[in-house]
């Protein structure tokens, strides 16, 4: 089984443009999340979804939005990026417990 | 609302030392606890897991944590390390039917 998935894994973009993060996990899991990584800041979570069609923030939404139309994928859009959303940005899955974690994508905005 | 406390953002131990990563949380439900680890340069790995039942639990690389209801506290314990085992760890907190909150994580140093 390929797990999580992410894709991109690296992307550079200039400030104002936006991308979208695809999160693809085979597990038929209910919980996904995307987080980000910063150094000193440990992950913080972004968004979160319980279920296919079902979207909630988590601690820093702000900047980001996201969308669970099918239930393996989830996807995470940055409209107008900001240099203040560098940062590493991992993807999770998980069956009310365990959580399952993507390589990470990093993106850089200059 | 949960949330995790990793003491030390960084722990130096020489090799063969013991260590021990304290963390809190805070919830005003039951919890499940995890410790994940993140090697360099990749994604995080589960290391052990609180869910119910014994309150000492056990990774099979030799790492050890102890569920204190009391201090609410979830502290990972090695009693001798290896170079191997430098990598980040991360304490989380769920309860059944919500989201994973991290701890901010505890960069393990090993010294020769």
């Known amino acids: 089984n390929a797990g999580v998935t992410q894709t991109p894994k690296f992307r550079v973009l200039k400030t104002g443009q936006s991308m979208t993060l695809l999160c693809a996990q085979d597990?038929?899991?209910?919980?996904m999340y995307w987080y980000r990584q910063d150094p000193g800041m440990g992950l913080r979570l972004i968004h979160y979804?319980?279920?296919?069609?079902?979207?909630a923030k988590g601690e820093v939404p702000d900047g980001y939005n996201v969308s669970r139309l099918k239930k393996q994928n989830f996807l995470l859009g940055l409209e107008s990026a900001a240099p203040s959303q560098t940062s590493v940005y991992f993807c999770?899955?998980?069956?009310?417990?365990?959580?399952?974690f993507g390589q990470g994508t990093r993106l850089t905005v200059v | 609302a949960q949330s995790v406390t990793q003491l030390d953002s960084q722990v130096p131990v020489f090799e063969e030392a013991p260590v021990e990563l304290r963390c809190n949380y805070s919830?005003?439900?039951?919890?499940?606890l995890f410790w994940y680890v993140q090697y360099p340069n990749q994604g995080l790995q589960l290391l052990l897991k609180y869910l119910s039942g014994s309150t000492l639990v056990e990774s099979i690389n030799g790492f050890e944590a102890e569920f204190n209801k009391s201090q609410t506290s979830f502290h990972l314990r090695k009693p001798s390390v290896h170079i191997s085992d430098t990598a980040e760890y991360f304490c989380a907190v769920s309860n059944r039917d919500d989201k994973i909150i991290f701890g901010k994580g505890t960069r393990l140093h090993i010294l020769p």
């Open positions: 979804s319980v279920g296919e069609g079902t979207t």
């Open positions: 919830s005003s439900v039951s919890v499940y």
């Open positions: 999770a899955s998980s069956y009310r417990v365990e959580a399952f």
């Open positions: 597990m038929n899991h209910e919980y």
